[in-house]
């Protein structure tokens, strides 16, 4: 069994791991997209806070951006939160640059991508004192863009998304098989548990190289494994509905603010337009959960979603409180927290967020994103290592038939 599985792995690496480290490249390289884009443009970050500190009103600030931009009538608001922050819109544009072309791009992380033709997502920002436009680019610029892009679909459209929907299930049975072989035997698990977690440097390169590989994947494996996972429960969004809804059977009880809307929200709403609805119903949403700070907005035509949470907390949608509102008259359709969500959404609405390690609470969520930044170079490590192991087998292997050649050709020199 175990010669295998060892052949089984041994060529799954092979012949993917060159993508399985492009895999991790691309995707440690956007784990600190956010933060390396503020880095870089901070000019579209933050603002001057003027003398007299009075922001615009939030309708007037998103009625701008609605004339600058006829015809979209979905996108989603993040509030600024500090003195110096801007008002950042995320949105599809009605009619996207032609430049663009037919694309697929998985911007909603918990969404699964459909190919819808042209998807992509733009970012405007906006000086809330002053109402002036700072800038308008795709989702994380030009360059995470692209390198998203490589991660999601290579580029490819659907066929890199169909590519990756059977790849990333061969992945797990790589990663699994993995610790199937790392494992030590009953008899000397202790001696070989010691020998396979550490790199004895003063050893030979063959035996620093075996090192390297069984400790990088003893290391990475409980985050490659949630990688991966993850990944396929995106791919495989049917199947993990199903996994969900098994699981979550009998766990959730529905309480008075989970309820679901029995009838549309469009006949349920008067036709009477709110004046400040936007800001009335930011009101009436804090006033619903009392402690809780406005994050964001999410804007349809006939709803509108008030996004609270705690201030100093990463903006982190699975774990925000969301107020539903009626569009049209601002009034209270639905309240829903983390913890009154049903358990099969809560983990779907996990899911990608979890696979860029965007989960952790207060410092905690650099510290997570940084393992996950580091688990992302080590297939690329992986890769090498196992090659070198392999390339260095098969010429001892050389080396042994000649030798045995020698031997029965009666060579003195054998």
């Known amino acids: ?116 033709g042209r998807h992509d997502r733009h970012e405007v920002f906006i000086d809330p004192y002053t109402g002036r436009t700072l800038g308008d680019h795709l989702v994380g610029g030009t360059f995470f863009y692209v390198v998203h892009n490589l991660h999601a679909h ?6 890199g998304y169909a590519f990756h929907t059977y790849a990333v299930l061969i992945l797990f049975v790589l990663v699994v098989s993995g610790l199937w072989l790392w494992w030590p035997s009953l008899t000397h698990f202790r001696k070989q548990f010691k020998a396979r977690t550490r790199i004895k440097f003063g050893a030979s390169f063959k035996r620093i190289v075996v090192d390297l590989h069984n400790t990088a994947g003893f290391y990475a494996f409980v985050v490659l494994l949630a990688i991966v996972t993850t990944a396929t429960l995106h791919f495989w969004p049917g199947p993990a509905e199903a996994i969900f809804l098994s699981v979550s059977k009998g766990l959730h009880r529905p309480t008075s ?35 809780l700070s406005a994050l964001g907005i999410d804007i349809d035509p006939d709803t509108t979603t008030v996004l609270l949470g705690v201030q100093a907390d990463h903006f982190v949608s699975p774990r925000l409180t969301s107020v539903t509102l009626c569009g049209l008259d601002g009034r209270i359709e639905q309240v829903q927290s983390p913890a009154s969500t049903p358990f099969d959404t809560r983990i779907g609405n996990w899911v990608m967020f979890v696979h860029f390690g965007q989960w952790g609470p207060g410092m905690a969520f650099y510290a997570i994103k940084a393992i996950w930044f580091l688990t992302g170079l080590c297939p690329a490590i992986l890769f090498a290592s196992g090659c070198t192991m392999y390339v260095t087998r098969q010429g001892a292997k050389r080396k042994k038939k000649r030798s045995d050649a020698r031997v029965l050709a009666g060579d003195p020199a054998a």
């Open 257 to 291: 603010d989970t309820a679901e809307l029995t009838t549309p929200s469009s006949a349920r709403c008067t036709r009477d337009v709110e004046a400040d609805r936007y800001e009335r119903g930011v009101a009436r949403a804090r006033s619903a959960v009392p402690g």
């Open 154 to 159: 290579l580029l490819l459209e659907g066929y």
């Open 1 to 116: 069994m175990r010669r295998v599985v060892y052949q089984l792995h041994l060529w799954i690496g092979l012949v993917l791991g060159v993508y399985f480290a492009f895999l991790g490249l691309t995707g440690s390289t956007l784990v600190f997209k956010t933060e390396i884009e503020r880095a870089l443009a901070p000019d579209l970050y933050e603002v001057a806070v003027p003398a007299s500190s009075t922001r615009e009103r939030i309708d007037t600030l998103l009625a701008g951006f609605q004339r600058a931009h006829p015809g979209v009538t979905s996108f989603s608001a993040r509030l600024p939160q500090s003195p110096d922050d801007a008002l950042i819109i995320n949105y599809i544009p009605a009619t996207p640059p032609d430049w663009h072309g037919p694309t697929i791009n998985p911007y909603s992380p918990v969404e699964p991508m459909v190919s819808q």
